[in-house]
């Protein structure tokens, strides 16, 4: 018998707006502008993180019970992922053609022509040179692609009986999370000596781009799913684990940079996205207020704004569109909610249409 789909959680996807929201002003806002949120807009790159590792909690919260039944279609599965990211990631390269000829300068002939062939074909995070290619954010659509094909597998791990010996395996993972980023401090193989987010060196890069220094973080979500079936909906104890997580994440970001930026990047803050996320699966007050509608609706829009902002920024300011329509005084503000509007628009005219056709076509 066909197991049943499980309930939305819509707290997530409301956090899901916030945190693409993040992204934006952490590559195109002043964090001083922000006050006390500064270090978070500081640290805008851990929205990446939490997204990598949200992926693997959706991902087996909606599909464990199935692929533990054996009921899982690996092929349809995969096809339905390809139909889910390949729109909006197609269109954001087609966003970011302007920037062919800087590329072209900015790489050696033979890493050009390999970011051009393998940036369509989700590759190129595989190669730290060109894993920025044409389109800054989509790195991560080279890890999530290599995610989804592992995800089956990973899926049908058995539910656990007891949380201290899961919970001892997640906390395995969290240590391998962090080896990357010891081994880059112990090493220092690009010299740097103090990295920030700032700095430039083929190592970082390495670690910052490639998805095998975020794997953890994936495999992370998908054994929180697992926790997440042990633990009530209901239970206080996910409140307290909700508002610990966003306590300790922003007293981690106080401390700056005396918390060095190559542990800091991806491994380190698992524990507390964790709590997080089980916090806002719960059914409480932190759940109620983060499920509200407007969050969930722009919310829903985060993948397309996360993959589409940086290039649309370029051609919004590059365009001089704003000044031409007077409405230059009053940027950057009114260009963030420009990218907001159009992400929206994305979602509703070219993700979810394209999406329905792509997995008609390809029976998904």
Same mark, same amino acid.
């Given at each position: 018998?066909?197991?049943?789909?499980?309930? &939305?959680? %819509?707290?997530?996807?409301?956090? &899901?707006?916030?945190?693409?929201?993040?992204?934006?002003?952490?590559? =195109?806002?002043?964090?001083?502008? =922000?006050?006390?949120?500064?270090?978070?807009?500081?640290?805008?790159?851990?929205?990446?993180?939490?997204?990598?590792?949200?992926? /693997?909690?959706?991902?087996?919260? $909606?599909? $464990?019970?199935?692929?533990?039944?054996?009921?899982?279609?690996?092929?349809?599965?995969?096809?339905?992922?390809?139909?889910?990211?390949?729109?909006?990631?197609?269109?954001?390269?087609?966003?970011?053609?302007?920037?062919?000829?800087?590329?072209?300068?900015?790489?050696?002939?033979?890493?050009?022509?390999?970011?051009?062939?393998?940036?369509?074909?989700?590759?190129?995070?595989?190669?730290?040179?060109?894993?920025?290619?044409?389109?800054?954010?989509?790195?991560?659509?080279?890890?999530?692609?290599?995610?989804?094909?592992?995800?089956?597998?990973?899926?049908?791990?058995?539910?656990?009986?007891?949380?201290?010996?899961?919970?001892?395996?997640?906390?395995?993972?969290?240590?391998?999370?962090?080896?990357?980023?010891?081994?880059?401090?112990?090493?220092?193989?690009?010299?740097?000596?103090?990295?920030?987010?700032?700095?430039?060196?083929?190592? @970082?890069?390495?670690?910052?781009?490639?998805?095998?220094?975020?794997?953890?973080?994936?495999?992370? /979500?998908?054994?929180?799913?697992?926790?997440?079936?042990?633990?009530?909906?209901?239970?206080?104890?996910?409140?307290?684990?909700?508002?610990?997580?966003?306590?300790?994440?922003?007293?981690? #970001?106080?401390?700056?940079?005396?918390?060095?930026?190559?542990?800091?990047?991806?491994?380190?803050?698992?524990? @507390? =996205?964790?709590?997080?996320?089980?916090?806002?699966?719960?059914?409480?007050?932190?759940?109620?207020?983060?499920?509200?509608?407007?969050?969930?609706?722009?919310?829903?829009?985060?993948?397309?704004?996360?993959?589409?902002?940086? %290039?649309?920024?370029?051609?919004?300011?590059?365009?001089?569109?704003?000044?031409?329509?007077?409405?230059?005084?009053?940027?950057?503000?009114?260009?963030?909610?420009?990218?907001?509007?159009?992400?929206?628009?994305?979602?509703?005219?070219?993700?979810?249409?394209?999406?329905?056709? #792509?997995?008609?076509?390809?029976?998904?």
């Amino acid at each position: 018998m066909e197991t049943s789909k499980p309930a &939305r959680l %819509n707290a997530l996807t409301g956090l &899901r707006c916030f945190a693409a929201i993040n992204i934006v002003l952490f590559h =195109f806002s002043n964090p001083h502008w =922000f006050g006390f949120l500064a270090p978070v807009i500081d640290a805008g790159y851990l929205s990446v993180s939490y997204f990598i590792l949200l992926s /693997g909690f959706v991902l087996a919260y $909606n599909y $464990n019970a199935r692929a533990r039944a054996g009921e899982l279609d690996r092929v349809r599965f995969w096809k339905a992922r390809f139909a889910r990211i390949y729109p909006i990631y197609l269109l954001s390269l087609l966003l970011g053609l302007y920037t062919l000829g800087r590329e072209y300068r900015s790489h050696t002939h033979g890493m050009f022509w390999a970011g051009l062939a393998l940036t369509p074909l989700l590759l190129q995070g595989w190669i730290p040179a060109i894993a920025t290619f044409i389109n800054t954010p989509a790195w991560t659509m080279s890890a999530e692609a290599f995610y989804y094909a592992i995800f089956p597998w990973v899926a049908r791990w058995k539910r656990p009986e007891r949380v201290a010996p899961h919970l001892a395996k997640m906390a395995g993972v969290w240590m391998l999370g962090m080896i990357p980023g010891a081994l880059y401090m112990a090493f220092n193989p690009d010299g740097i000596a103090h990295p920030t987010r700032w700095s430039y060196g083929p190592w @970082l890069w390495a670690l910052k781009y490639t998805p095998y220094a975020h794997v953890a973080s994936f495999i992370f /979500g998908v054994m929180l799913a697992s926790l997440d079936e042990i633990v009530e909906r209901k239970s206080p104890l996910r409140l307290w684990l909700g508002l610990g997580g966003f306590a300790g994440i922003y007293g981690v #970001l106080l401390l700056g940079p005396q918390v060095p930026y190559a542990i800091m990047h991806d491994g380190l803050l698992m524990p @507390l =996205f964790g709590c997080i996320v089980l916090g806002l699966a719960g059914e409480n007050l932190l759940a109620t207020v983060l499920g509200v509608r407007p969050l969930v609706f722009v919310g829903e829009a985060s993948y397309c704004l996360y993959l589409l902002h940086f %290039n649309l920024w370029k051609l919004l300011h590059h365009s001089h569109l704003l000044d031409w329509l007077r409405l230059g005084r009053f940027d950057p503000w009114i260009s963030y909610m420009t990218l907001i509007a159009l992400a929206l628009a994305a979602l509703h005219l070219v993700e979810k249409p394209a999406q329905r056709q #792509l997995r008609k076509w390809m029976g998904a």
